[in-house]
Structures are given as structure tokens and as C-alpha cells.
């Protein structure tokens, strides 16, 4: 907005509601929900919800639409048809591991190729999802970039009497929070300084929440639920980790390299490897090794200068090569590439 460009943000999920994080106020939000109105039966409503999308590319008439995620993808497709206004479309997670119900992966197959360019965010994406998805037009790569606040904050809990292990993200299976917890659990007893936060929320709340009463942890791990302040909270801490099953580009690992955190990711697809280079700027452990999760945790909690080696480490790799202004180029190459802007 800043640039003078003119923003319409059109959130697609039924509820409505409002958004999490606050938004530039010259941004126009217009919520999908209070547009399409009543409607009896599933599929009139998902006519419906097409329709009042393609009014508003109408009235609108962008020089570029951009839409996130498969089922919003499909349906931007297929509202954008015949009005000759470049469509991007951007998965955000990798397909290929991915659950996803049979209609939207044939809606993708389908549709997918009449969109100008398909974004993903790691180069491990790029190279399977043409397999996936055939004729597409374009891949390109595109990360994430970090918001510039980001690097206001900068990890300062180091001598604290008590040292943080953090975790941020949801509270589901493929996060796997509760390997998380066991490698704590292991080097509990030989850490006693050390506390294991955990922020998020999620359906496996109460069965995690138990996992760690019967672990006898309760005083020692804790779930702090969602946070509206991630970078205030990863400042706290003193290690970040993250054992995922599948990411798409984890932004919480971003974040904490960003605030100069030690980070410990496991190698799932995808996104850990790019995002610590190949674990230089971060340890990367391989999947479904317990014993090295448990011991690189040990590690970085015994060696106080091997944390901040690679926090710092950490922070200068992703200001480089991730920040908004570096990511903003990228996207601003693409638009004018595919005639976008001029």
C-alpha cells in the first residue's frame, strides 16, 4: 500500500469474522460470506459464492488476481474464466503430502492450467508438482517473506534464571507436538532450568494436555495457546523447535531465525531444509529419529555459545534472503513478466 498500490482482500471462509492480525486500512476487505447472502443447498451456494467472486473481478477489473490455497485456487479459476485478467494461484503446502478431498485435487488437474503461473515456495515443490499437476504454464518460487517488524525484535532472554524451549503452531497430528514433548521428557531430569513452551491451539489440545500429566511435566511444560505477539514471545525464549510430519514453508521457523533464535527442525517436506540452508543456518534432523531430535536439543541446551553462534547465524541467513523487500522484487518481476503491470 505504501507503493500506491490499490489492494482488494477477499477472504473466502464461510464465517466471516475478522482478521487475526491488523491490516492497512487502505486495504479493502470484503468478506465472501456477507456478499453471497442466503442460500438453500450445497451446491446453490457454491454457485452462488462463484458468482459474487466474478462480480467483484468485474467491478474491481484488477490487473492481477492472486488467490491461496486449492479449494479457493479452484474456485478463483473457474469465477476468472473468459475475462482475460492474469490469474496467479499459489499452493502454500506440498501437494504431495497433503490431504485433500478427491473433488479439489481433480478441480486443481483440471484448472490449474488456465491459471498464468502456479507459485510455490521451496524448489522441493517446484520439482514434484508438474507430476501432480500436468500442463501447467509456469512454476515459479516464491518464500514468504519476513514482515520487517520482525527484526525490531531480537532474542534477549539468554540470561534469564529459567531458559525456554518454544514451539509455535497448531495443535494437530502432522505437527507432531507430542515428539516434541518426549524429547523434552528425556533431558527433563538433566535440565532442570530448562521449560518447554508450547503456543497454538488445535484439536489434540486435550489429549497433549494429558500426555503431559502423565508425564508428571505440568510445572515444567506449558500450553500457552495462540498468540497475537510470536516475535515478542520467541525474544523470550532460547531455542526454538519444530518436528512437523509435512510443512508447506513453516513461518514460525522463519520467525524465530528472524529474532535470532537456535533453531531445530526436523527434514519433512517441505521447507526446513530451504529455509536453514541446509542446515547451516539451522539443525536439521532427519525424520523419525527420536534419539538425534533428543540429542540435538541437548546440545544446543548445554552449549550457551553454540546458541548464539547460531542464532545469529540464523538471523543474518533469513534478513538476506527473505526479507520483504528481497521477496517484493521477486513478485514484482513476475507481474511485469506476465504482463501485469508494465
Known amino acids: 500500500m505504501q507503493r500506491g498500490d490499490s489492494v482488494t482482500l477477499l477472504p473466502t471462509f464461510s464465517g466471516g469474522g475478522e482478521p487475526f492480525y491488523p491490516l492497512d486500512e487502505r486495504v479493502e476487505l470484503l468478506y465472501l ?6 442460500a438453500s443447498g450445497r451446491n446453490k451456494k457454491y454457485f452462488k459464492r462463484l458468482l459474487a467472486i466474478r462480480r467483484v473481478i468485474f467491478e474491481r477489473a484488477p490487473n492481477v488476481i492472486v488467490s491461496f490455497l486449492p479449494n479457493v485456487n479452484v474456485a478463483a479459476l473457474l469465477a476468472n474464466l473468459g475475462t482475460g485478467i492474469p490469474c496467479i494461484v499459489c499452493e502454500r503446502s506440498d501437494p504431495s503430502v497433503l490431504p485433500m ?16 503461473l502456479v507459485t510455490v515456495q521451496t524448489e522441493a515443490v ?14 515459479a518460487v516464491l518464500a514468504n517473506p519476513l514482515p520487517e517488524d520482525v527484526f525490531l525484535h531480537v532474542a534477549e532472554g539468554r540470561n534469564s534464571t529459567r531458559k525456554i524451549l518454544i514451539a509455535i503452531g497448531r495443535l494437530s497430528e502432522e505437527k507432531k507436538v507430542g515428539a516434541m514433548i518426549e524429547a523434552f521428557a528425556a533431558l527433563a531430569a538433566q535440565n532442570l532450568n530448562w521449560d518447554f513452551h508450547i503456543y497454538g491451539d488445535g484439536p489434540l489440545r486435550s489429549k497433549i494436555d494429558m500426555g503431559i500429566k502423565n508425564l508428571a511435566l505440568e510445572n515444567r511444560v506449558f500450553l500457552k495457546g495462540r498468540t497475537s505477539e510470536p516475535w515478542r ?47 547451516i543456518a539451522g539443525k536439521l534432523i532427519p525424520m ?4 538425534t531430535l533428543i540429542q540435538a536439543v541437548s ?16 538471523r543474518e541467513y533469513v534478513k538476506t534472503h527473505y526479507s520483504l523487500a528481497t521477496v517484493l522484487k521477486e513478485w514484482d518481476a513476475l507481474f511485469h513478466d506476465i504482463g501485469a503491470v508494465t
Open 126 to 139: 517446484a520439482k514434484k508438482i508438474k507430476e501432480i499437476y500436468p500442463c501447467l504454464p509456469r512454476v
Open 288 to 291: 523419525n529419529q527420536p534419539e
Open 33 to 38: 460470506a456477507n456478499l453471497v447472502g442466503a
Open 101 to 116: 478431498a478427491r473433488i479439489w485435487k481433480l478441480g486443481c488437474k483440471a484448472l490449474y492450467r488456465t491459471a498464468k
Open 299 to 314: 546440545e544446543l541446551m548445554s552449549d550457551e555459545s553454540a546458541r548464539l553462534r547460531l542464532g545469529k547465524l540464523a
Open 233 to 279: 514471545v520467541m525474544a523470550e525464549a532460547h531455542i526454538f523447535i519444530i518436528a512437523s510430519e509435512y510443512e508447506g514453508f513453516p513461518n514460525a521457523l522463519l520467525e524465530a531465525m528472524g529474532v535470532g533464535l537456535p533453531c531445530i527442525a526436523v527434514d519433512c517436506p517441505s521447507g526446513p531444509r530451504e529455509i536453514t540452508s541446509n542446515g
